[in-house]
């Protein structure tokens, strides 16, 4: 079963999301985005889960993708990762993130992305580069000037 992220849960028809993996956590997200659809999916089958989200965190801090994940986007993280089941989201860090350690996902809407990439720090000033762990403005140990967050690929 595909654990789903709320993207599938707020598109997808029944017959598909029936059976499918989600987060607690995601119940209430999706009661502020549609109350409706809340209504829906808490009226089938579903596979309601939590799990300790220590290796979805270590996971993305590697790509540096940790930021701009949210609680629930780590929730589902954690689950697809424990269970081994393919992931369904259009959100481009969560599909970095399971590429990263070779974790089958799949789109949920949009095409998915084909290329892994890294976040990285670049100075403004010198241009020298180090990679991101925390979403705090930085500058660059060398020159002193701003540092901005720029995508690399790798
Ligand atoms: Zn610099």
């Not at 959100?91 to 976040?119: I, M, T």
Request: net charge negative; charged share 25%.
């Amino acid at each position: 079963m595909p654990v789903l992220d709320t993207a599938a849960l707020l598109h997808w028809p029944v017959d598909r999301m029936q059976g499918g993996i989600v987060a607690h956590s995601q119940l209430e997200e999706l009661r502020n985005l549609s109350p409706q659809r809340a209504m829906l999916v808490e009226s089938i089958e579903m596979e309601w889960m939590s799990m300790s989200t220590g290796d979805a965190e270590n996971a993305a801090a590697k790509t540096g993708d940790l930021p701009r994940l949210s609680p629930v986007d780590l929730d589902i993280l954690a689950i697809a990762l424990a269970t081994g089941q393919t992931l369904f989201t259009d959100d481009y860090s969560l599909q970095n993130v399971c590429r990263s350690v070779n974790h089958p996902f799949e789109a949920v809407s949009n095409k998915r992305s084909e290329q892994q990439w890294s976040w990285e720090l670049k100075c403004i000033g010198c241009r020298a580069t180090k990679k991101v762990d925390s979403q705090k403005e930085q500058e660059c140990d060398i020159c002193g000037s701003p540092m901005k967050i720029k995508r690399s690929r790798r």
